[in-house]
């Protein structure tokens, strides 16, 4: 090893430490800001390290947290889809629902309609290509409505997004790479529906 190499050497392993502790601190810093029971049913979301889970953001970063899989299907399903209650879980309907709700992303976004405020809600497949779109009223939409409470009554003006996870692991979205892919394409989501 010449006498050049060793300093060059140590200032690159000083600065992958550096970059290292940036991305904990990051991490750390998104997760505190994070629900940690699912706002669907209120169960803590170590509790939904199976399967598919679901992470929230609102636009204005205000909250964020998770969501089980059951719940948000079983949300979509009633309250998007309107299939009737109690339907067979092998029903071939639900199942092709099911697979294409693991599929997509979906922003929930109020907006005044006349006198009152309407929701829309709209689905994009995972490139963030709009899929469907179709507008509600607040109560039909009403557990996750609750992260855009503003003062009193009214709706904030922004717009949750919900995002599926495929990984075992919930906390993983909160990291560098997997936090910037969904950052990206919640930005290039709001250019569409703002
Ligand atoms: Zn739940």
């Not at 992958?16 to 994070?34: H, N, P």
């Not at 169960?43 to 953001?57: D, I, M, N, R």
Request: charged fraction near 25%.
């Amino acid at each position: 090893m010449n006498a050049t190499t060793e300093p060059r050497s140590q200032l690159f392993h000083q600065w992958l430490t550096a970059e290292d502790t940036r991305k904990k601190e990051e991490f750390f810093a998104r997760l505190s800001g994070v629900k940690s029971h699912c706002i669907m049913c209120g169960s803590p979301s170590s509790q939904a390290k199976s399967g598919v889970t679901y992470f929230y953001e609102t636009s204005d970063g205000s909250d964020a947290g998770f969501m089980e899989e059951r719940c948000f299907s079983r949300f979509l399903l009633s309250s998007i889809y309107n299939l009737p209650q109690g339907l067979p879980g092998d029903d071939p309907v639900r199942l092709m629902l099911q697979d294409t709700i693991k599929e997509s992303a979906f922003a929930f976004k109020p907006v005044s309609a006349g006198s009152g405020t309407e929701v829309e809600c709209h689905r994009f497949d995972l490139s963030g290509l709009p899929m469907s779109s179709k507008a509600y009223q607040p109560g039909e939409l009403a557990p996750p409505l609750d992260t855009l409470r503003g003062y009193g009554e009214t709706l904030r003006d922004a717009f949750l997004f919900v995002h599926p996870i495929t990984t075992g692991n919930p906390e993983a979205i909160l990291m560098e790479e997997n936090y910037r892919a969904f950052a990206k394409l919640k930005r290039h989501i709001a250019e569409q529906i703002c």
